[in-house]
């Protein structure tokens, strides 16, 4: 029979057998012989050197003694079953250490009694360890948790709880860690029903290398650590031995403390001690540990000691204070986007994102301008309406511009390498390019320094706030792995670091902070190195270019300009300049003033006079060795066949000069006349007679002088002086006389006659022909006296003509004697291309026939002409001082002369001789330039000209001429003015250089791809230089040069540009009485330069300053109009207003913003709306349509006094650009949403047509309902666009105006921007097109007096949260072997009433609202109350962006209502937030935006990575922190959390910063608010749902007897005999042992076999089959096998003789069928047989089958064995609750929690009460509607100050049962 009872595995016989061994083994121990044996004698012995220790036995019920199991006899009492339990222990014990049992005692064995464990079966056994043996107590703490460890083995240890564990008293505690068990183990939590733990501790599994690095250990390590440093203990004096799950957020950690040898009796109490007093320190070292911060201050040690939380400990990070930045809370709640406009200055390009959090992921959005980034400046914005000459706009089809093609600019910055520093500034940004700029540099320290400080802060915060945890991975679970943390962040910090070092050191920080840039060899040296380009205008025109990211050049920077070639600085972003740019004159393009003829090669490209010195007044400092102006080539280096051009510049009074000597001679022959005197015959002449020439009278000659006499006196008389002195005498004072002349005479008839033969020997020509007669008067005195002149020789004399062929043309017939004024004039009449000439003759007086003339005519009449002729042909000017054409000259030309002269004498006629050159000159002046073909100069003291014409000298040298155009085509420097000589001889008479001409300006050119800024302080001088002042003569000013600015954006200036022409020098001599200044006089002044602007705006500020005035002169004679004409400027702006960057006025504190200038026209009436006629107004096309869900900008207008009905400014959405709609004959509208905005007023319209600048619009647009927008305050307008309704929402400073207005089109293509004539300038700032991340959520609308908004699904605790219905226990029918009897399974249940009684209640629901949702039905959530917060008024406009003071109206209060928001409910795909509206009125709803948004909410217990969402949001405003603080329920998709979260911000608006998300108390939360007493306490009120188990022991059948059964079911009435009662028939195994021997035990089977042929045949059985021999087989023939011989003649041994034997290891016999009581364990026979108390022992007893010594065996006789006999028959006993403690029944009810939270509102303080009741609804309203003027509702509080609650309820056992149920509180609710 089988018995079905509980059945341990071993049983003893006997207690006194126990009890006679236990004795033994101590006798024969030596420590229980030598050192004590006993309780009393080791107390004695070793006094307080012990421990006591405690373990938990399972299934040893302390009423069965517990050990009532271990005996044989149930009947000997609880005493015998007491003993024995303990005796069996201590054997246990010693036998698993090896140790002497002597050491063991046991001290008490107790029910359990703990809460935790209910199993009532159990007993708590505590034992003392004599003396305190370390090793002991770990080895048993190891083993316990080691299922297979010597431990196990034993008799009653084989049933201790390893859960519970080995206990040492006075060592072992217990602390609450908040950290969940999950994140302390991960994956070796062990999960139980009786909850989770960890026991590696105890198994001291971390001393294993496999071990040691998994993630428990590391956190063990970290906790020993912390509590050995703490405490100062030795290592392996702290030891952990479990981690329990304490509650969804906390562990408790049984920990040990290992007193050392030697350490007092009370050294465990001291460090317990000690651990308390810093647990109840919130400033201890206890929490600057690794992982002790998280200590639970409310556990204390082993729950005594409890200390409520004062404040939070357990913040996830530090908690910064709200940012004070009104537009930084404004991106992060999103009134603002935080959108972001990348411009890459290298490319050029933009790129507009959206973050949607602060350091988020960006998306990219359509468009957003901050204008923050002075680099991108206005770029897009521009007119898109291109027209042709007609002035129409073009179709849009037509090509576009060439990309990053900038109006009007030379080169395209992106063409050339980039040059300049690139120096990493803050926040990811670069200085590329030229930068230079000392306030900016400073604000891009102070801003990287502020980056570095908050992460140093950051970094000092973790490491010194010890009391704080610092992550919102739950993961990183110790400050060592936040370190980890750290170290990236010292990373990070070391990176910034370099970078503010980088910055710093950059720019002018260890250098002179000046720029060099010197064009001749495109270098850049200074603060910034770098070698620039040379590249060429249209025209191949050399410019040295620097091409840069960026230029920014600040006031503090000094820059030098020098070289020869003109200038260019492009950059592919933004120019700003705001220091001086000075381009001295004859540099940067500019033409050195007249003064030489040509420049060397190598100097071509240096400056001609050194830079430091003035080469206007160079003649006062130039005296030293070497000259001032190394580069001149002066007009005496013509003789070195040097190249010679226009080296001053197109526009200098330059001209090419030829110089001639034209000379005419002929056979010389002396002319003689015969002076003869006479008388009649016979006559003696007396008297005498005189000589007449040219009215020169000889005094009386003689009649009879001499010859020597008459030539004296001729030559003394007839000429005007001495003849000594004729080279000398002022000819044009007197007449030229007769020379020199050789006398003879010869006498002449007889009367005393003479002929005196006169030679002219110096006289020119046929005197008297050629010159005045030679004349007599007679005065001889004799009759017939007679005297008379003959010419005997006429002396030879040239007649005739001559012409000349020059430059292509040939002149008039020219006298032979033609003077040098009819010269002049038939030059300039007959060759065209002369300027001037300029001639002298020799003989110009043409009194020079005497022959003594320096500068007379030949002998024959031949005349010297020197000639200085001027032009331009030829004249080769190159456009640029770096111009290779200096290498070449015009070409040359001859100058002919066709001989049509007389004079021959016989073959030997008149020559002609033209010498180039004056080096034949009559003149030794012009003998001095040492010139034979013709060179280039600017002389005459004229001015140069560029953008006009220079004023007029006082030579014949015009002035210089305008070139190039306004427009600036080619990048030209100004010209210089022309050298203070009247003629070029007069640069070869002095020995120095003088009167110079002024030097031109020279030529700049500024190109950025974007904004060109010209600040207050800049200047940038191309001037012309003045010329030379001089005595007599003064040089011409030289002119202005070229400025060209051009800007693919605006181009914006504030100081002064100027390409003024420099003065005319002044003479500081009188001016001749005559007025001839043909030699000398004041200067001619220089031209104006030339100002080209190119930019889609050119805006010039009211304090800029442009000149391009002409020079002046110092004439007094207007005639002379010596004053330079102004100059040139054009402005090309694509746009019909100004369009700027203001670089000091920015939206929302921004410091930039774009601005319209005040327009000072009115457009032309347009009435019929002739779009092809009209322009764009700015314009910004978004480059492909786009369908934003927002529009968002900042509006601002001047405050100026103009007409109220004067409108400001439109902003318009255009589906396409105005370009396209230009090109359109018709069209329905022009704008699809548009923005209308005047002073106070707002207008609003949606297709409509309008053209820009024009108001007229704005008659049929819609006024918007009054606001407090103000035109002249920056206000913020969103335009909310829903596309697939086509509807769209505006609002102006948070508040919706209009809502829902339909529009029509298909996207949006471009932004217009247009001011009116008589508006004010106006500001927009912050403009974003892009996607809409304000979750489109709505402030409520009072709609028929309710406040209405649209409110996500309110949800309350889930249906499983409640739990289930009441339910009862199913009715148990115990049934057995006689319940299934056919007797008792008749239908009409006559003989037995089965389930009768009432059920057992199994589950009880006292909750008493329930739907199929949960506690409530789920809808759609209305406008609460209770989610109100009211303001102070000081707090109403705190930091608020757009609201004045005076706009908080007259109201006191502000109110301001949170609530959760769901953009999306897919719970794996959860965004929303928690929002905010604030109004004053109820009426006018402020949309605050989003406070918190969902995906800042994280798991901060377990580190799930799920969505979380936010509900039931609450704040309160904390007067002690200042913050204010908002509680809320989190949870997932799922809603399988339930936790509560706190977020804090500064602000009533927002942002707040998500802090922590926990489980208040440990315990979920779905339905919670938070309340703030009149005192400042604020409390968390939160409901929550707790079952209690009411535990018993479970009632268990008694077992009935029934008889074994075979496995078919029939009984087995042997083994049931066996069983019921022993017999030793049945346990012999031996008992046929004989029969065995002669296989009498097996079936007959005799073989005989063949020996030869091993035929095999088997003998049957009788003695019939034997042979003649009586024998069974031939012998010798066969031999016999025998296989058995059992007698087939008997039933008994047909098969074999059986043995009685029962074998308990013969399955048969063991056959298990539990059907007596069905659930109770029981066991086969066979175990039974093995559990006996005789021990387990081999049936065949050790002997075989064949042992001789069989017959001589001891029969064994175990009758007394227990468990043999298993099924005695007995009575059947009652059912009994004797089973396992089980749960009876369950009840399940709802609290409400009122918990006191900590002084920073940011945690419980776990000061609570709790009280069992429902309110219908949710407590976000109850509790403030049942607050009224009481602090507290309905008369709760928390726990008082040194309470600490739990919301934890225990499990009731059978003698708890009397508790008092909790009271009800019934809350009426309408």
């Avoid at 910055?413 to 030229?434: M, T, V």
């Amino acid at each position: 029979m089988i018995l079905l009872d509980r059945l341990v595995h071993i049983r003893f016989a006997f207690t006194s057998l126990l009890l006679y061994l236990f004795a033994s083994i101590c006798t024969a121990n030596d420590f229980c012989s030598k050192q004590c044996d006993s309780l009393p004698s080791c107390n004695e012995l070793f006094g307080n050197n012990f421990v006591d220790l405690r373990l938990r036995v399972n299934n040893f019920p302390i009423d069965d003694g517990p050990g009532k199991s271990l005996v044989f006899d149930k009947d000997f009492g609880n005493a015998v079953s007491r003993q024995t339990f303990e005796t069996q222990f201590i054997l246990d014990i010693a036998t698993a250490l090896d140790a002497s049992p002597c050491h063991f005692y046991i001290v008490s064995v107790l029910p359990e009694g703990d809460d935790q464990y209910w199993d009532s079966e159990s007993v708590f056994v505590t034992f003392r360890l004599f003396p305190v043996h370390v090793d002991f107590v770990s080895s048993l703490t190891k083993q316990m948790q080691e299922p297979h460890s010597v431990f196990y083995d034993g008799l009653v240890t084989r049933s201790a709880d390893s859960l519970y564990g080995m206990v040492a008293l006075s060592w072992d505690f217990t602390m609450k860690l908040t950290y969940s068990i999950s994140i302390v183990g991960g994956i070796d939590v062990i999960r139980s029903s009786r909850g989770s733990y960890l026991n590696l501790g105890s198994l001291n599994s971390c001393v294993d290398a496999q071990y040691n690095a998994s993630k428990y250990c590391v956190f063990e390590r970290y906790l020993i650590e912390d509590i050995e440093r703490l405490l100062s203990l030795e290592a392996g004096q702290f030891a952990i031995l479990f981690i329990k799950e304490a509650d969804r957020q906390s562990v408790a950690v049984t920990f040990r403390f290992i007193p050392m040898p030697g350490d007092v009796n009370n050294w465990t109490e001291a460090k317990v001690e000690e651990l308390i007093h810093q647990i109840s320190d919130p400033h201890s070292l206890l929490y600057s540990g690794n992982v002790t911060y998280k200590i639970d201050p409310t556990w204390g040690v082993s729950q005594q000691s409890k200390t409520p939380r004062s404040f939070t400990q357990y913040l996830s990070r530090p908690i910064p204070s709200t940012s004070t930045d009104a537009y930084e809370r404004c991106k992060a709640t999103r009134r603002c986007p935080r959108a972001w406009s990348s411009y890459n200055q290298s490319s050029s390009e933009s790129s507009h994102t959206l973050q949607e959090f602060q350091y988020g992921q960006h998306s990219t959005v359509p468009l957003f301008l901050d204008f923050q980034d002075w680099r991108r400046g206005t770029r897009g914005w521009k007119q898109s309406c291109r027209r042709d000459q007609h002035d129409i706009c073009l179709p849009i089809s037509l090509p576009e511009s060439t990309t990053n093609y900038i109006a009007g600019a030379h080169w395209n910055p992106f063409d050339f390498e980039s040059l300049g520093q690139s120096i990493p500034a803050a926040r990811d940004e670069w200085n590329n390019g030229l930068v230079l700029n000392k306030k900016r540099l400073q604000l891009a320290i102070d801003d990287q320094s502020k980056v570095i400080g908050e992460y140093k802060t950051l970094v000092h915060w973790m490491d010194e706030e010890f009391q704080h945890g610092l992550t919102d991975d739950a993961n990183i679970r110790s400050r060592e792995e936040i370190r980890m943390n750290i170290t990236d962040y010292a990373e990070v910090i070391s990176s910034e670091e370099l970078i503010l070092e980088g910055l710093v050191k950059s720019q002018c920080s260890d250098v002179a902070c000046n720029l060099l840039f010197n064009t001749s060899d495109a270098t850049l040296t200074g603060a910034v190195n770098a070698t620039g380009v040379i590249a060429t205008t249209p025209d191949g025109t050399e410019v040295s270019l620097w091409a840069f990211d960026s230029i920014d050049i600040d006031e503090n920077v000094n820059i030098s300009l020098t070289g020869q070639r003109a200038m260019a600085l492009v950059s592919r972003s933004s120019v700003r300049i705001n220091t001086t740019m000075f381009a001295l004159p004859g540099t940067l393009g500019g033409f050195p003033g007249g003064y030489s003829v040509a420049r060397r090669p190598t100097d071509r490209l240096v400056r001609v006079c050194n830079e430091h010195v003035d080469s206007r007044g160079f003649l006062d400092v130039c005296r030293g060795k070497f000259p001032c102006c190394p580069g001149d080539q002066p007009i005496s280096e013509l003789a070195n066949e040097i190249v010679s051009n226009n080296i001053n510049g197109p526009g200098s009074p330059s001209t090419r000069v030829y110089l001639f000597t034209i000379q005419t001679s002929a056979p010389v022959v002396d002319e003689v006349q015969a002076l003869t005197s006479s008388a009649d015959a016979g006559q003696t002449l007396g008297g005498g007679f005189r000589l007449h020439f040219n009215n020169y009278t000889t005094s009386l000659l003689s009649h009879d002088i001499s010859a020597l006499e008459l030539k004296r006196r001729m030559e003394d008389s007839l000429n005007p002086t001495k003849k000594n002195r004729l080279d000398r005498f002022d000819r044009l004072e007197s007449r030229s006389g007769i020379g020199a002349v050789e006398v003879t005479r010869d006498r002449f008839g007889s009367s005393g006659g003479y002929q005196w033969n006169i030679t002219f020997q110096s006289a020119v020509g046929n005197v008297g022909k050629d010159s005045s007669q030679l004349k007599v008067t007679n005065l001889l005195v004799s009759n017939g006296a007679d005297i008379s002149l003959e010419t005997i020789r006429q002396g030879n004399t040239i007649g005739g003509t001559f012409a000349l062929r020059f430059l292509g043309n040939v002149t008039r017939s020219i006298n032979h004697d033609v003077s040098a004024a009819e010269l002049k004039e038939i030059l300039l009449d007959d060759i065209d291309s002369l300027s001037t000439v300029n001639i002298i003759r020799s003989d110009p007086t043409d009194n020079c026939n005497d022959g003594f003339c320096k500068n007379g005519p030949q002998r024959s009449g031949g005349y010297t002409w020197t000639l200085t002729l001027t032009t331009q042909a030829g004249n080769v000017s190159p456009f640029s001082p770096s111009s290779n054409d200096y290498n070449f000259e015009g070409q040359i030309e001859e100058l002919n002369a066709l001989n049509y002269l007389t004079g021959c004498v016989n073959s030997d006629c008149p020559v002609i001789n033209i010498q180039s050159g004056h080096a034949k000159s009559h003149n030794h002046k012009m003998r001095s330039i040492k010139a034979e073909k013709p060179f280039s100069l600017a002389y005459g003291g004229a001015g140069g000209g560029y953008g006009g014409k220079g004023g007029n000298g006082f030579g014949d040298i015009a002035p210089g001429n305008a070139y190039g155009d306004a427009q600036i085509s080619n990048l030209y420097g100004g010209s210089g003015g022309g050298v203070s000589a009247g003629h070029p001889f007069q640069l070869g008479v002095f020995k120095d250089p003088r009167g110079r001409g002024g030097s031109g300006g020279g030529a700049i050119e500024i190109v950025a791809a974007n904004d060109i800024v010209m600040g207050s302080n800049s200047v940038i001088s191309c001037e012309g230089e003045a010329g030379a002042n001089g005595y007599m003569s003064a040089g011409g000013g030289g002119s202005g040069g070229s400025i060209l600015i051009a800007a693919g954006g605006s181009i914006q200036i504030d100081g002064e540009l100027s390409v003024a022409g420099g003065d005319g020098g002044r003479r500081k001599s009188v001016a001749p009485p005559d007025g001839d200044n043909s030699f000398g006089g004041h200067g001619g002044a220089g031209s104006g330069g030339r100002i080209a602007l190119y930019g889609q705006s050119v805006v010039l500020g009211k304090e800029s300053s442009v000149i391009m005035e002409g020079g002046s002169c110092s004439a007094t004679n207007a005639s002379q109009k010596c004053n330079g004409e102004r100059g040139t400027m054009h402005i090309d702006s694509g746009l019909d207003t100004g369009l700027v960057l203001d670089q000091n006025t920015g939206a929302a504190g921004t410091s930039r913003s774009l601005y319209l200038t005040p327009r000072s026209s009115r457009l032309p009436f347009n009435p019929q709306k002739h779009l092809s006629s009209t322009q764009s107004s700015p314009e910004y096309d978004l480059g492909v349509s786009s369908r934003p869900g927002r529009v968002s900008f900042y509006y601002r207008a001047e405050k100026q006094n103009h007409s109220e009905s004067s409108w400001d400014a439109a902003f318009e959405l255009r589906g396409t650009r105005w370009s396209y709609l230009a090109s359109k004959s018709h069209v329905e509208y022009t704008a699809i949403v548009g923005l209308f905005f005047r002073q106070d007023e707002v207008r609003h319209g949606v297709n409509y047509i309008g053209v820009p600048y024009d108001d007229e619009p704005t008659k049929e647009l819609n006024k918007l309902p009054s606001t407090s927008f103000k035109s002249h305050s920056w206000s913020k307008v969103d335009i909310l666009l829903d596309w697939d309704n086509n509807s769209h929402s505006i609002y102006i400073n948070d508040i919706r105006l209009i809502q829902n207005v339909h529009f029509r089109g298909e996207s949006i293509r471009s932004i217009s921007l247009s001011n009116f004539h008589e508006g004010s300038g106006v500001w927009f700032d912050e403009i974003y097109v892009g996607y809409d991340a304000t979750m489109d959520f709505h402030c409520p609308t009072l709609q028929n007096g309710t406040l209405v908004m649209e409110r996500p699904v309110e949800r309350g605790w889930k249906l499983e949260d409640i739990g289930e219905v009441s339910s009862t226990h199913s009715m148990q029918r115990h049934e057995s072997h006689v319940s299934k009897r056919p007797l008792y399974q008749r239908e009409d249940a006559k003989f037995i009433i089965p389930f009768d009684g009432l059920e057992d209640r199994a589950f009880t629901s006292d909750v008493k609202f329930r739907s199929d949702d949960g506690d409530r039905d789920h809808k759609k959530g209305l406008f609460l109350a209770g989610s109100l917060l009211r303001l102070p008024r000081a707090h109403a406009s705190n930091g608020d962006l757009t609201l004045d003071e005076y706009s908080i109206g007259t109201r006191p209060y502000t109110y301001t209502w949170y609530g959760e928001h769901d953009y999306n409910e897919d719970p794996s795909h959860l965004s929303g937030g928690i929002m905010a509206c604030s109004t004053q009125d109820f009426v006018t709803w402020k949309n605050e935006g989003i406070m918190l948004n969902f995906a800042n909410l994280t798991d901060m217990v377990d580190g799930s990575s799920n969505v979380l969402r936010a509900e039931k949001p609450k704040v309160l405003y904390n007067n002690s922190t200042q913050k204010y603080v908002m509680w809320m329920i989190i949870d997932n998709g799922t809603r399988e959390l339930g936790m509560a979260g706190v977020a804090v911000s500064d602000y009533h608006n927002g942002p707040f910063e998500f802090v922590r998300s926990f489980y208040p108390d440990g315990n979920q939360t779905r339905d919670q608010t938070i309340l703030q007493d009149d005192d400042g306490a604020a409390y968390l009120f939160r409901t929550y749902y707790a079952t209690v188990d009411y535990v018993i022991p479970e009632a268990e059948m008694q077992p009935t007897w029934e008889s074994v059964k075979n496995s078919d079911g029939s009984t087995n009435f042997a083994l049931s005999y066996h069983r019921t009662k022993y017999d030793p028939g049945y346990d012999d195994y031996h008992d046929i042992y004989l029969q065995r021997w002669r296989t009498e035990d097996k079936p007959w089977q005799v073989i005989c076999v063949n020996r030869i042929s091993g035929i095999e045949r088997e003998v049957p059985y009788g003695k019939e089959h034997l042979n003649f021999d009586g024998e069974v087989c031939q012998d010798p023939f066969e031999y016999k096998v025998v296989l058995g011989q059992g007698n087939p003649n008997f039933e008994e041994s047909v098969n074999g003789i059986q043995s009685r034997f029962l074998d308990p290891n013969d399955p048969a016999n063991n056959v298990w069928i539990p059907n007596s009581v069905p659930g109770v364990q029981g066991q086969t026979w066979k175990d039974n047989f093995d559990d006996g108390t005789c021990g387990r022992m081999k049936v065949d007893l050790d002997m075989q089958t064949f042992d001789p010594e069989l017959p001589n065996r001891e029969k064994p006789d175990r009758r007394h064995c227990s468990n043999l006999v298993d099924n005695p028959i007995h009575e059947t006993q009652p059912d009994k609750r004797i089973g396992d403690a089980t749960v009876l029944e369950r009840r399940r009810a709802k609290y409400v929690s009122v918990s006191r939270l900590t002084g920073d509102y940011l945690d419980t303080s776990f000061q609570m009460k709790t009280y069992e009741g429902e309110l219908q609804g949710d407590l976000l309203s109850i509790v403030q509607q049942f607050r009224g003027d009481r602090s507290m509702p309905f008369g709760w509080s928390a726990s008082s100050a040194d309470e600490i609650s739990s919301t934890f309820h225990p499990q009731l056992h059978d003698y708890q049962f009397s508790q008092a149920k909790a009271e009800e509180i019934h809350i009426p609710v309408d």
